[in-house]
Structures are given as C-alpha cells and as structure tokens.
C-alpha cells in the first residue's frame, strides 16, 4: 500500500469513528451540543496557544479553561448569553495581567497576556455559538444547516479548483487555492443552503439560502486563510495532531469558526 493510499485510509477510519460522535451529541440536545463544544473550545485553545506561545504555563491553562465555558452558558443561560461572557473576559484579562506581574518574565508578558485573550475569543468564544444555534427554535436544523454550507464550501473549492483552477487567489498565504476554486465553493455554499432548505429545514426561505450561502462562502475561506496565516507567521504545517490522517482540530474547523457566529447572528436577528 502506498503512503497516499495509507493515509487516505487513516483519514476515513477517522472519520467513521468521530463523525457518529459528534453527530450523537448534536442530537442529544443543548447539552450534548455545549459538551462537545466545550471540549473542542479547550482544544482549539490548546492548539492554537501551542502555535504561537510555545510554552505552555499557567496563562494558557487559564485560557484554555475559559475558552470551554461559553457554550455551557449558551446550555444554561442563553439570553444572558453576551453579558456573562463579558464577565468572563473581563475575569480572565485581569487574571493573566495579575499572573504574569507575578510570575514573568515581564519582557514578554503583554505579548503572552494579549495571545491568551485573542486565543480565548478565537477558539472559545467563536465555536461556542454552534452550542447557541442548537439552543434556537429549530436548533438541530440550524447546526445541520452551519455544517452543511461549511461543508460544501469546502467541497465545491476543492473540486472546483482542481478542475478549472488557472488564477491564484491568495499565493502568500495558501498556494493552492485560486479564484475559481472560490466561485466554485460560493456556488457549493448557496447549493447546500437550498438543499437544506429543500430537505430538512422548510422554515427557511429561497432568501434566506442565499443570505446565507452567499456571506459563508465568503468568511469560510476567510477562516481558512487566517488559519494558514498563523501557521505561516510561526513556521506550523499542522495545528496538531489530534485526528489522525487530518491534522489537528482547528485544521478541520478554522471555516466554521468565521461561518457559525454569522448564521448565528443571521437566525437571531432575522427569524427571532
């Protein structure tokens, strides 16, 4: 067996595992959903404080465990959801200040203070409002619907851009990617919308899909691209190695972290 064929194999032997997993909890309810968030949010943190800081102390650990709280508060409390969250930040700001006065090296403690903070919005508080989408009317749908245009994005990109892929989109940060990939994926994300629309989620409206495919084809190549340009600036290939033949977590979710505060917003705001 070749090393693509291993890997390729690797990589569905882990999904087969991890994606009834996911897909059980999402289903189980808020709960299941915070649960799963909240253990992502510590590992995307975990992830991304490992990219950047190298050395991992007792800052980290504070906003690695802050970064799992926001979806537990969306379970609990979801119409208090902003006010608390706000709490927390201000908590953990004034936490790492106090710790790193204490504890050092000072040359380095604004630029550590201000990673763990960026690192606790990034990873915590963006992945926490797939917990808020299942907490909505129709919240099964809504999730479905976040990773279905995600997804799709994804999907249409890459199939796009292997097949007709001429003009660079972005070569300083992602060489492989180009325009026609991005129309590609925006056509996928708009499809995926309508196909939801069509299947499991009637609430929506033809508008609706395309309000939604259209900005998610567009902040999910976003999330991509600032992924990679973390990993760019700090000399990383791989955020981790926590799924095996994938990378780490924050490799297979960078899109869905830009696309789920939008639809969040968007159900909010628009259907109440």
Same mark, same amino acid.
């Given at each position: 067996?070749?090393?693509?064929?291993?890997?390729?194999?690797?990589?569905?032997?882990?999904?087969?595992?991890?994606?009834?997993?996911?897909?059980?909890?999402?289903?189980?309810?808020?709960?299941?959903?915070?649960?799963?968030i909240?253990?992502?949010?510590?590992?995307?943190?975990?992830?991304?404080?490992?990219?950047?800081l190298?050395r991992?102390?007792?800052?980290?650990?504070?906003?690695?465990?802050?970064?799992?709280?926001?979806?537990?508060?969306?379970?609990?409390?979801?119409?208090?959801?902003?006010?608390?969250?706000?709490?927390?930040a201000?908590?953990?700001?004034?936490?790492?200040?106090?710790?790193?006065?204490?504890?050092?090296?000072?040359?380095?403690?604004?630029?550590?203070?201000?990673?763990?903070?960026?690192?606790?919005?990034?990873? %915590?508080? #963006?992945?926490?409002?797939? $917990?808020? @989408?299942?907490?909505? *009317?129709?919240?099964?749908?809504?999730?479905? =619907? /976040?990773?279905l245009?995600?997804?799709g994005?994804?999907?249409?990109?890459?199939?796009?851009?292997?097949?007709?892929?001429?003009?660079?989109?972005?070569?300083?940060?992602?060489?492989?990617?180009?325009?026609?990939?991005?129309?590609?994926?925006?056509?996928?994300?708009?499809?995926?919308?309508?196909?939801?629309?069509?299947?499991?989620?009637?609430?929506?409206?033809?508008?609706?899909?395309?309000?939604?495919g259209?900005p998610?084809?567009?902040?999910?190549?976003?999330?991509?691209?600032?992924?990679?340009?973390?990993?760019?600036?700090?000399?990383?290939?791989?955020?981790?190695k926590?799924?095996?033949?994938?990378? %780490?977590? #924050?490799?297979?979710?960078? $899109?869905? @972290?830009?696309?789920? *505060?939008?639809?969040?917003?968007?159900?909010? =705001? /628009?259907?109440?």
């Open positions: 067996m070749t090393d693509a064929n291993r890997n390729l194999l690797v990589r569905i032997v882990s999904a087969a595992v991890l994606l009834p997993v996911v897909l059980v909890l999402l289903w189980v309810g808020p709960w299941g959903t915070a649960a799963l909240g253990i992502a949010g510590l590992l995307l943190a975990h992830e991304y404080y490992a990219i950047v190298k991992l102390d007792f800052g980290p650990v504070l906003g690695m465990l802050a970064s799992a709280a926001p979806p537990v508060v969306f379970a609990l409390w979801p119409e208090r959801f902003a006010s608390l969250v706000m709490v927390e201000i908590a953990l700001l004034i936490a790492l200040y106090a710790y790193y006065l204490i504890a050092g090296p000072l040359p380095e403690a604004p630029a550590r203070v201000a990673t763990v903070f960026t690192g606790f919005f990034y990873c %915590g508080v #963006l992945s926490s409002t797939v $917990a808020g @989408l299942r907490v909505l *009317p129709h919240g099964l749908s809504w999730v479905f =619907l /976040v990773l245009v995600t997804w994005n994804d999907t249409g990109a890459y199939a796009a851009g292997r097949t007709l892929g001429r003009h660079k989109l972005y070569p300083a940060v992602s060489p492989s990617k180009t325009w026609e990939g991005f129309f590609g994926g925006m056509v996928a994300s708009i499809a995926a919308a309508l196909i939801a629309k069509v299947t499991f989620f009637p609430a929506l409206t033809w508008v609706d899909a395309v309000a939604i259209v998610a084809s567009i902040l999910g190549p976003l999330g991509d691209f600032s992924e990679s340009m973390l990993k760019r600036a700090h000399g990383v290939k791989d955020s981790g926590l799924i095996p033949g994938h990378g %780490g977590l #924050l490799d297979r979710v960078d $899109a869905l @972290l830009f696309n789920a *505060p939008y639809i969040y917003l968007y159900a909010v =705001l /628009v259907h109440g």
